[in-house]
């Protein structure tokens, strides 16, 4: 399994940017799918985005495109997700997670961190 801390969660007006950071530990990463994902009240978690660790091949959710941005750094095993231009509906706890190659599930999944964006 992977050890996974979030932090970079803050409260922000619209239109203000944030970068989450996503630092872990535990087995080494090759093919996994390192993902960002969101949970606001009362609706069930989403996708955000995805990037594949070897290839830095990346997904966003069409809510997303052209906002958020997700990117990983080798050296200190750390997955970013940087959120521009934050609406109101953007405000969720934003959890990181990660998937083994060829897995269906995400199997390892930090705290969360939340974020708030007011109009």
């Known amino acids: 399994q992977v050890q996974l801390v979030e932090s970079g969660g803050g409260v922000v007006q619209a239109g203000a940017s944030l970068r989450l950071s996503c630092a872990a530990s535990g087995r080494n990463f090759g093919s996994d799918t390192l993902g960002w994902f969101r949970q606001a009240p009362g609706k069930e978690r989403e996708v955000v985005a995805t990037?594949?660790?070897?290839?830095?091949?990346?997904y966003y959710a069409d809510s997303v495109k052209g906002r958020f941005t997700i990117s990983r750094n080798y050296a200190n095993k750390t997955v970013y997700l940087q959120l521009n231009s934050l609406k109101p509906e953007d405000t969720a706890v934003y959890f990181c997670?990660?998937?083994?190659?060829?897995?269906?599930?995400?199997?390892?999944w930090g705290q969360g961190a939340q974020v708030t964006v007011s109009s």
């Open positions: 997670a990660a998937r083994m190659p060829y897995a269906r599930e995400y199997d390892s």
């Open positions: 990037i594949i660790w070897i290839s830095g091949r990346t």
